[in-house]
């Protein structure tokens, strides 16, 4: 498989609406690609509390509009990372939104752990409550986002609901970036699938990002990594190691505790 993950830079100075359109240009790019991933909330900023209930949109507003046709030009598997929903019956989320190659819907994740310790994300928006997973022709991915990263029984469970690739979409601080990488090798050695990880890029509300988007192979090797800045990071997996590490070194049998239901 060809993945590229589509490391934005948000910058204050460019409109949302500026964005987008660059943005699915960027997409349009990777034709040829069997999966585009691009990060959190890359229209308005992870950290950029004050601009989410201005900014949300309903599920299929104009974010799932453009995605969704870029995703069908290029022919791509699209994550397009996550925007601030507004749902008409409840509060804001934080949902990610997966579009298959003939521009549909394939699923949509609201992010279950929310940052900011009793402000910013953790009291504008809602917690999503369910794990969710794609079925592409030559892996299942498992969704999460950002903050997610720190949970490892999050993505025990979408190990258990077969996950074979891990996909974290993210608007990450510079400040902590080395937890970015020890976590996206660890959450890749733990549950021995790949992880790809998209981050942001530049300075948005006053808080530097990482960048540094990260892919990682079932054995925690990192096989690509980006810089600082706004680029595009590609790489050529094999999603048949996942098994083949799995049956080579089988420590996922030796669980013992939090062991899921068997699957019927």
């Known amino acids: 498989m060809r993945a590229s993950l589509l490391q934005i830079d948000v910058n204050e100075d460019e409109s949302v609406e500026s964005r987008r359109v660059r943005v699915a240009s960027l997409v349009r790019d990777q034709a040829g690609a069997d999966l585009v991933v691009l990060p959190e909330l890359w229209t308005t900023g992870a950290f950029a509390y004050e601009e989410f209930g201005t900014e949300a949109e309903p599920l299929e507003g104009p974010t799932y509009e453009v995605m969704a046709k870029a995703a069908s030009d290029a022919g791509v598997w699209l994550h397009a990372g996550s925007v601030p929903e507004r749902d008409p019956d409840g509060p804001l989320y934080n949902t990610s939104l997966v579009f298959s190659p003939s521009g549909d819907l394939a699923a949509a994740y609201r992010k279950i752990h929310r940052f900011g ?148």
């Open 117 to 264: 310790f009793d402000k910013g994300e953790a009291v504008l928006m809602g917690a999503g409550r369910d794990l969710v997973t794609v079925r592409l022709p030559d892996t299942t991915l498992g969704l999460a986002t950002c903050y997610d990263l720190r949970f490892p029984e999050l993505f025990r469970g979408l190990a258990d609901a077969g996950a074979e690739t891990l996909v974290v979409p993210a608007g990450w601080p510079e400040r902590r970036r080395a937890h970015w990488t020890l976590l996206a090798q660890a959450r890749a050695v733990e549950n021995q699938a790949y992880v790809l990880a998209c981050g942001t890029a530049g300075t948005h509300a006053g808080v530097p990002q990482a960048g540094h988007s990260i892919v990682v192979d079932p054995w925690g090797e990192v096989l690509a990594q980006a810089g600082p800045g706004e680029q595009v990071l590609t790489v050529e997996f094999d999603p048949g190691r996942v098994a083949v590490t799995r049956d080579q070194f089988p420590a996922l049998k030796d669980r013992v505790l939090g062991l899921a239901p068997p699957r019927r």
